[in-house]
């Protein structure tokens, strides 16, 4: 993660403050006035605005058994070793970022809601302080796979300074009950004063684009 939280967060107001003047131009379009003794003439009610939210450029990572889209701004740092595998896709002007695990667990020996407790608990120990338990649903399906979801919300840190952070962990086995099974664990988050966007615009469709190859 980097500094540049200052054009972070001009950005992030920028984008507020455009939202706000949209809905306040809908609030004051409807109302107008008539001269003394004339008929109203009846107006069609004015639609009001959807804010949208502006595409991002995917482009697609294609690891050794799944694939995945990601934001083209992003970056991509792969390893190996022992048998495990990591892929960390990054951004590092907010500071967010998605990282792939994938672990060697021979016949699905170890489930993935144990898996998902025990990463959570390392994170807690290692990498976030004051961790606190996010409430969220325990498991959610992608593209017709099941696996274990955990969050939790805490303080990381960066260039010296403790960091609110923002952190979601999903687990699942593939194949399941396999001898070449692997656990695959999705780690995304980052800064909270960014998370929020990050999670609409990166996170949420790289999470419905991964597939695992048949």
Not at 19 to 48: E, N, Q
Not at 127 to 138: E, G, I
Not at 152 to 177: C, E
């Amino acid at each position: 993660m980097t500094s540049s939280w200052k054009h972070v967060t001009q950005r992030m107001s920028l984008g507020l403050s455009t939202l706000l003047l949209v809905v306040l131009l809908a609030a004051c379009g409807g109302t107008g006035g008539t001269g003394t003794g004339s008929t109203p003439t009846p107006k069609p009610p004015t639609p009001t605005p959807t804010p949208t939210t502006p595409a991002v450029a995917m482009q697609i990572y294609t690891g050794t058994n799944y694939s995945i889209s990601y934001p083209q701004s992003w970056k991509v740092d792969s390893s190996s070793a022992q048998g495990i595998s990591q892929t960390a896709i990054h951004d590092d002007v907010s500071g967010n970022a998605f990282t792939i695990v994938g672990t060697p667990d021979p016949g699905g020996v170890s489930s993935a809601s144990s898996l998902a407790d025990i990463t959570i608990q390392t994170l807690e120990k290692s990498t976030v302080k004051n961790a606190q338990t996010v409430s969220v649903a325990p498991t959610v399906t992608i593209n017709g796979v099941t696996w274990a979801q955990r969050s939790i919300t805490g303080t990381t840190t960066v260039n010296g300074q403790d960091v609110p952070a923002t952190i979601f962990l999903l687990v699942t086995l593939h194949p399941a009950n396999a001898a070449n099974t692997n656990a695959y664990q999705l780690i995304y988050g980052g800064p909270t004063v960014t998370f929020t966007q990050a999670n609409v615009l990166a996170f949420q469709p790289m999470l419905q684009s991964f597939k695992f190859k048949a």
